[in-house]
Structure formats: structure tokens, C-alpha cells
Nanobody
Framework: QVQLVESGGGSVQAGGSLRLSCAAS????????MGWVRQPPGKEREGVAS?????????YYADSVKGRFTISRDNGKNTLYLQMNSLKPEDTAKYYC???????????????????RGQGTQVTVSS
């Protein structure tokens, strides 16, 4: 059973930084995509960043976070990270770690839908 456990969310002022972590287990895909999606209050879920594992490590970012967020993975710990810098109030959302065995991006942008998703961690950015 796939388990994705996020941590690192919290409240921060605009301009601040947070690092999200996701401990992943329970799957044995040879190649797959790991990513972060978020859902702002009252809005649809959106892809934030994704990385293709086992196939060259391509990364994809939403335009709204490019240059501010960095996705990375610690292979030894099977842990996914999202370093978020220069946070803005519009980054406020629940952030979910996600895994998909096939799809990683559409038109070079991270997908919003993954086969597996964690329970999420809240990020709140105040102005």
C-alpha cells in the first residue's frame, strides 16, 4: 500500500521560506513521477512541481512558482522535498505529495492529478 506522509507545513510571513518533506513507501515502480500539488481555499487543485524518477530526473514547475520553489529527492531515504522561498500570500494552500507510475507533466507543466496522494500539509502565508 502506497504511503505518502507530508511534513513541514506551517505559517510564515510573505517573503519567508518553508521546506516540505514527504516520506514515501509501499510501491515498487521502476520509473515513476513524484510531485507536489496544492489546493488553495475554494479553488481547484493545481500541480506545483514534479520530478521523473528513473528516467533522467526531469523536473517540471508551475509558472507561478518557477524560480522560487525547488523540488528534490533523497534517493537513499526515498523522501521528496519542496523548498519554497520568497513565499507569497497566494501560495497559501494545502500541499499534497503525490506519486504516479506513468504521467508527470502536460505540456511541460506538472500535473494536478496523480494516482496516489498523501493527506496533505497546510501552508499559510500572511502579508
Amino acid at each position: 500500500q502506497v504511503q505518502l506522509v507530508e511534513s513541514g507545513g506551517g505559517s510564515v510571513q510573505a517573503g519567508g521560506s518553508l521546506r516540505l518533506s514527504c516520506a514515501a513507501s509501499g510501491y515498487s515502480y521502476r520509473t515513476y513521477c513524484m510531485g507536489w500539488v496544492r489546493q488553495p481555499p475554494g479553488k481547484e487543485r493545481e500541480g506545483v512541481a514534479s520530478i521523473f524518477i528513473g528516467g533522467g530526473g526531469s523536473t517540471y514547475y508551475a509558472d507561478s512558482v518557477k524560480g522560487r520553489f525547488t523540488i528534490s529527492r533523497d534517493n537513499g531515504k526515498n523522501t521528496l522535498y519542496l523548498q519554497m522561498n520568497s513565499l507569497k500570500p497566494e501560495d497559501t494552500a494545502k500541499y499534497y505529495c503525490a506519486v504516479d507510475p506513468v504521467y508527470c507533466a502536460i505540456d511541460h507543466k506538472p500535473r494536478a492529478e496523480f494516482r496516489h496522494r498523501g493527506q496533505g500539509t497546510q501552508v499559510t502565508v500572511s502579508s
